[in-house]
């Protein structure tokens, strides 16, 4: 019997599967509502979707925001902190910098995630390269380990200054609490970076989610049977071993998202793009991210509700502007967001009480929503509530309803627009030589404005792009990647050093495929450089090769150095960290949709309907409305058009045409020059 | 439409123009060489209009984004704009040119459309040194300008075709550290750059006349924003003072004094009262007292409002020369920037207590709780490690303080002590809260910390610039005060001492350095 791949994506209201069979690249799609508080049924419950029992699943990976919530919704586990003697407070102290520079009534910072009287000093001190200068003192260990018995916390973690440089006394302390506490979290093991509060910050968001993790995941993996082989999404998009992800939890912060973009750059390889902005527009968030030779860019400083989450992940630029973000008139003029109508009341056109403004009203006053189709088979639509949600603001400004829509549309574009330069500017690269592929429930509505706004002339909108991450999940490699501070001087290159260093760092990367019984000849490697001048804080990313070419790292260091900050200098540099990212592929290949045969001419699809859609002031235009599963791969369709399934809607204003290729993804390009 | 511009246009314009001075911010902060830079972000980043208007600001520190919006004015008073041309890129330091202190020096670049100058890209940065008696640039014992270090005029160091190499080498010349320096001043020419770029894209998009438009647009609700706040506010005449703790290196306690007047949609800020100027270095420029003034109205009665020249338009500020807050060009300011500067705002607090006490904060570590340790570094470099210390913050009506934070004008990070370790021969023995700082009251204020630095090399000098030390951050409302700085210095041989707030001295290896910072004062009685 063969067997299915399956990914799925558990989000806050639906959970998205994908499932594909290899050897014919037969695929299935599904979405069901989610099951607050039990995924194990969400992800049955998808299966049954898609009509499959658990035993026809090869592999079943998953996407998860069980991290993600935890930490946003602060129900993360108590944890204790053990840090060296004198440094116990670090994470009430933190970088001393304020939230808001005029809101005084707000607290400017978080209260620390350990309270004082689950914080515990060790004896002990390394300096900056590892050397000892005071031993562990067995003594205050012991006094530590007896002290953690009595509060009653399952969990611990630990972080030594310095101790990216020097593992030695935490992997001793490591294994003197394993008797007190079953969940222990190291800080050279979670984030080997020096900067000891986003270090000691992100070891304890990891200790506290860890219990909920392992709780979770022991659940998940009685639930599917032994030969059904599980995996989750990790932030940095790939997938990892539910035993790995037990480790180090925090991996999963960002999985939801880092599968999104793991398709993106899926289909950017097959469709040989060679720079995308993927864009994913939700009901609260905008989520973008530069993908470029078909790799997602990395980053390791995110934050998460405020607390610093530095693990290696895609880097993902959030704005809060999204279908449900409340429209209002602010300084200078109309301002979107950060504000949501939230999931309810929603939007006031989802007709569920609703009455302030939002992004979705405006678009469906400018007919853009099928008022036949019930969203996502439950929610219909109340054009004449979307309407009275904008009246007030239109009389304010001495507008009609119509032109406050089409200005709300440019707002929102201008607001995501924010978040495209800023991925963008960050790497040095022209956003405007970028593709743009849109997914989620809203992108595809607002590409073709967005491109406009932002001066991008090729937009995707791929196949599945309205269950994108579960497709993430399907195509994503097994991979780990860590980041380590090594600081090593181009002026002092100690060629032996650094490979030890190199050589112990994949060593523990690719422990948990040797765990599952993959050679290590299997794995590919990838390896960047984050090096800077002598004296700089922050690195740039410089991608290199074995053996290492000192020479020629530094020449690709200050080409980087010139195309991100438009300067560089002949200085020495600095090897700040070193990233390594270990993976075995996967090879998912999903069959093409149905072509039609080229020797006939290539019949015009039919619409469904015709609807009265506003696209500029100019006056309604007749729109015809298609059915995207019916089109064939060749057809083309020329603006204004909207194209639709039951979860999104593609927008294709006037002089714009759309055209569908042999994958089943939709092109859509300005239908003449300029 | 009666505008000339839409509100959309406004917005899209408003999001682009803000992009741009985050990205000169952003620019700057990853690529300069100063720890305070890279490290702490003491450093802002603004566009002006042709005039010198503040069209956008980064989100940066609110002393300097006041400061600025007079920079590029004062600047034109020297600098006709016939002579600037595009590609030219401008230095400058002098406190009397819409300025503060020396180390915080502007890069103003011009931007051309169309052959019209229509914009500047401003950066500032604190330098961690710009020459002068003592490493670091803070000669306590100073008397006069002259004695702070190289005072900049307004200077061409580029220009289209690349850097005047004579003039910057003069300037390097001068300081310490000229390699650091050399790549400040590079990042700083890049992000004016970065400006230039934006501004050059978005008049292509939308010619400069919609531009414009949008610009006056936004000045007049921001204008209209703030009447409405002022409004908010009772009428009345409200008097307030705060001191500083010396005049200088020794000194007696200093007033700070302003008489607010609010009526209707006006407010004026009188610090006519204000003690003559002092001996020392925290004297400050009239520019200064007037970006306290921005930010504390801001703060208080409109903390949403887009800051812009409208913005200011309803307020009137008055200081009085040969005061602290007008001394004459002649007279040291070093430490004003950040000392006198947040006792104005502590003033204005003082004075609307009893108008406004629910949206007041009790007083904070408002100082920089300044160390400057300077020698060599670990890679050899000479070098200054200026580190900014928080304190506590006050309480207020609805909250105890946080502990360990940086209040009002300022908002620089402190130096995690694993980077401090690394570039430097210190060791930080200790870090943790100075529990108990925090005053009582109804609600307490934050607590300030303890951070102990243990001297590795001998012959290092070693600078403070702190206030708070004499006098506590008050309590408001019946709250009791919080605990004052404290600087210790335990000698290698045994000896120890309490440190001055305004002192330059030599360290030797195995000398301890102990800061203990302020808790917020609290708010209300203690139940």
């Known amino acids: ?674 | 439409m009666k505008n000339a511009v839409d509100p959309f246009t406004v917005e899209v314009i408003r999001h682009a123009l803000t992009a741009a001075a985050e990205e000169m911010s952003f620019v700057i902060m990853r690529s300069a060489r100063s720890p305070l830079l890279r490290e702490a972000g003491d450093l802002s980043s603004a566009i002006t209009d042709h005039a010198g208007n503040l069209i956008a600001q980064g989100r940066d520190i609110p002393i300097h984004l006041g400061v600025m919006s007079f920079t590029v004015k004062k600047f034109l008073e020297r600098v006709p704009e016939q002579r600037l041309k595009p590609g030219d890129v401008w230095f400058l330091n002098l406190p009397e040119v819409g300025g503060n202190h020396l180390p915080d020096v502007k890069a103003i670049r011009p931007v051309f459309v169309d052959g019209r100058l229509v914009a500047f890209g401003v950066s500032l940065a604190h330098w961690g040194d710009i020459g002068g008696a003592f490493a670091g640039s803070y000669f306590a014992g100073a008397t006069e300008t002259w004695q702070e270090g190289v005072r900049i005029p307004p200077v061409r160091l580029f220009t289209a075709e690349g850097c005047d190499r004579e003039k910057l080498d003069f300037l390097l010349a001068n300081i310490r550290g000229p390699a650091e320096r050399e790549g400040d001043i590079l990042a700083q020419v890049a992000s004016t750059r970065a400006a230039e770029i934006r501004i050059h894209r978005l008049a292509g998009e939308h010619g400069w006349p919609t531009i414009r438009a949008a610009l006056d647009r936004m000045d007049d609700l921001s204008e209209a924003q703030m009447r409405e706040a002022i409004a908010g506010l009772p009428d009345g005449v409200y008097e307030g003072e705060d001191f500083l703790d010396d005049d200088g290196p020794g000194g007696q306690p200093a007033a700070i004094r302003v008489r607010i007047e609010i009526a209707g949609e006006h407010a004026s800020f009188d610090f006519s009262k204000t003690d003559d100027a002092v001996s020392g270095p925290l004297n400050t420029t009239p520019f200064v007292a007037m970006a306290a003034v921005y930010y504390a109205i801001k703060a208080i009665a409109g903390p949403e409002i887009q800051p812009n020249s409208g913005c200011y338009r309803p307020l009137a500020i008055a200081t009085r020369p040969g005061s602290i807050l007008d001394p004459g060009i002649d007279r040291p300011v070093v430490g004003g920037n950040h000392e006198t500067s947040q006792r104005c705002v502590d003033a204005i607090v003082r004075a609307l207590e009893p108008a406004v006490p629910e949206r007041l904060t009790a007083g904070g570590s408002t100082t920089a709780g300044l160390l400057i340790f300077g020698g060599r570094r670990r890679d050899g470099a000479i070098g200054t490690f200026y580190e900014t210390h928080g304190g506590g913050e006050g309480a207020r009506a609805e909250r105890d303080g946080v502990p360990v934070v940086r209040v009002h004008l300022t908002n620089t990070m402190n130096t995690p002590v694993e980077v401090v370790e690394a570039e430097y021969f210190v060791r930080v023995d200790e870090q943790r809260l100075r529990v108990g700082s925090g005053g009582a009251g109804r609600h307490r204020g934050g607590d300030g910390m303890v951070r102990s630095y243990l001297v590795l090399r001998d012959g290092m000098a070693l600078t403070t610039m702190f206030e708070r030390r004499v006098i506590p951050p008050y309590g408001l409302q019946g709250g009791e005060a919080g605990a004052p700085f404290r600087v210790t210095l335990h000698q290698r041989d045994g000896g120890s001492r309490l440190l001055g707030g305004k002192e330059n001295l030599r360290l030797q290896a195995g000398d301890r350095v102990v800061m203990e910072t302020s808790g917020g004062g609290g708010y209300g009685a203690p139940v």
């Open chain 1, 1 to 674: 019997m063969d067997r299915w791949q399956v990914g799925i994506d558990i989000g806050g209201t639906f959970t998205d599967v994908v499932a594909l069979l290899p050897p014919s690249g037969e695929t299935r799609a599904a979405k069901v509502p989610t099951r607050r508080g039990d995924p194990v049924a969400s992800i049955l419950e998808a299966l049954a979707a898609v009509g499959l029992a658990a035993a026809q699943v090869a592999d079943l990976v998953h996407g998860t925001t069980l991290v993600t919530n935890a930490i946003v919704e602060d129900r993360v586990e108590p944890v204790a902190l053990i840090a060296t003697a004198g440094f116990e407070d670090v994470l009430d102290i933190g970088r001393a910098a304020r939230l808001h520079l005029y809101r005084l009534d707000l607290p400017p910072k978080l209260a620390a995630q350990v309270p004082p009287q689950r914080r515990i000093g060790v004896v002990e001190r390394l300096d900056h390269s590892g050397a000892v200068v005071t031993p562990l003192d067995a003594a205050s260990l012991a006094a530590a380990v007896a002290r953690l018995k009595t509060l009653g916390v399952e969990s611990v973690a630990v972080s030594l200054l310095h101790a990216y440089a020097n593992s030695d006394h935490e992997r001793r302390i490591g294994a003197a609490v394993k008797e007190a506490v079953p969940f222990v979290s190291l800080s050279h093991e979670v984030n080997p970076e020096t900067r000891e509060f986003e270090r000691t910050a992100s070891t304890v968001l990891n200790a506290s989610v860890m219990p909920i993790a392992a709780r979770y995941l022991t659940l998940l993996g009685r639930s599917v049977p032994g030969r059904t082989r599980l995996h989750v999404m990790h932030s940095s998009g790939g997938m990892a071993s539910p035993e790995a992800a037990a480790d180090r939890p925090l991996v999963m912060a960002l999985s939801g998202p880092a599968a999104g973009v793991t398709a993106a750059a899926h289909v950017a390889r097959e469709l040989g793009l060679a720079r995308v902005l993927s864009f994913d527009m939700g009901g609260t968030t905008t989520d973008v991210c530069l993908i470029a030779g078909g790799k997602a860019e990395i980053s390791t400083e995110a934050r998460l509700a405020g607390r610093p989450v530095r693990q290696p992940m895609v880097a993902v630029e959030s704005i809060g502007a999204g279908g449900g973000s409340l429209v209002k008139l602010g300084t200078g003029g109309l301002t979107i967001g950060p504000d949501s109508a939230g999931a309810e009341p929603g939007p006031a056109a989802y007709g569920r009480g609703g009455t302030l403004p939002t992004v979705t009203d405006a678009n469906a006053v400018l007919g853009y929503l099928n008022l036949e189709r019930k969203l996502g088979g439950a929610i219909s639509l109340d054009v004449a509530a979307a309407k009275a949600s904008l009246q007030p603001l239109a009389q304010r400004l001495g507008l009609g309803v119509i032109e406050l829509a089409l200005g709300v549309q440019r707002v929102a574009n201008a607001t995501m627009v924010r978040a495209l330069s800023r991925v963008t500017v960050e790497r040095g690269v022209d956003g405007r030589q970028c593709s743009l592929l849109a997914f989620g429930g809203m992108g595809p509505m607002h590409a073709v404005g967005l491109a406009r706004e932002f001066g991008m002339s090729e937009i995707v909108v791929p196949r599945f792009s309205s269950g994108f991450s579960a497709l993430g999940c399907i195509v994503a490699d097994m991979s780990y990647t860590q980041q380590q501070t090594v600081r090593m001087l181009s002026a002092a290159w100690d060629a032996e050093r650094f490979q030890s260093l190199h050589d112990g760092m994949l060593d523990a990367l690719i422990a948990p495929f040797r765990r599952q019984g993959h050679q290590a000849e299997t794995v590919t490697v990838e390896r960047t450089a984050l090096v800077r001048y002598v004296g700089q804080s922050y690195a740039v990313e410089v991608p290199f090769a074995l053996p290492l070419d000192i020479g020629a790292l530094g020449a690709a260091f200050r080409t980087r150095h010139h195309a991100v900050y438009g300067y560089a200098t002949d200085e020495p540099w600095e090897m700040q960290s070193l990233r390594l990212s270990a993976r075995i592929a996967r090879t998912a290949h999903l069959k093409p949709i149905e072509t039609q045969q080229t020797t006939q001419p290539i019949t015009q699809p039919k619409p469904n309907s015709l609807s009265r859609c506003w696209f500029d002031r100019t006056g309604p235009r007749d729109t015809p409305r298609f059915d995207r599963d019916t089109l064939a791969a060749g057809a083309r369709i020329a603006g204004p058009a909207i194209i639709e399934d039951s979860w999104s809607t593609v927008v294709v204003p006037p002089g714009t045409a759309a055209t569908v290729d042999h994958f089943g993804h939709l092109f859509l390009r300005e239908a003449s020059p300029k």
